[in-house]
Nanobody, 124 residues
Framework: QVQLVESGGGLVQAGGSLRLSCAASGRTFGNNVVGWFRQGPGKEREFVAVISWSGSVTTYADSMKGRFTISRVNAGDTVYLQMNSLKPEDTGVYYC?????????????????WGQGTQVTVSS
């Protein structure tokens, strides 16, 4: 089973940027879709972005469109999430996950492998 390790979280002021990384080990991402999800304080886990195995197809949650960019480097089995124009409501734990599917999906139950998460805190 693939192990996923996120990094890059931290504390940033509103309007700032962060770049999250998700590295795969044990097994590669292969042809599977990879996504980012987040869970804010007192909130349920929500979809952020997802990317196809080739990196050519991406989907974003409406509130992230234009601010976040997901990308992947298959040769290195790393997926990134560039977050710009951050807002306090973006605060939460961000999780990387590998889907059990090769077709694009945003449903958390379609993702079988999850990282431990990285904390993002945006101050106002």
């Amino acid at each position: 089973q693939v192990q996923l390790v996120e990094s890059g979280g931290g504390l940033v002021q509103a309007g700032g940027s962060l770049r999250l990384s998700c590295a795969a080990s044990g097994r590669t991402f292969g042809n599977n879709v990879v996504g980012w999800f987040r869970q804010g304080p007192g909130k349920e886990r929500e979809f952020v972005a997802v990317i196809s195995w080739s990196g050519s197809v991406t989907t974003y949650a409406d509130s992230m469109k234009g601010r976040f960019t997901i990308s992947r480097v298959n040769a290195g089995d790393t997926v990134y999430l560039q977050m710009n124009s951050l807002k306090p409501e973006d605060t939460g734990v961000y999780y990387c996950a590998q889907s059990m599917r090769v077709t694009l999906t945003t449903t958390p139950t379609d993702f079988g492998s999850w990282g431990q998460g990285t904390q993002v805190t945006v101050s106002s």
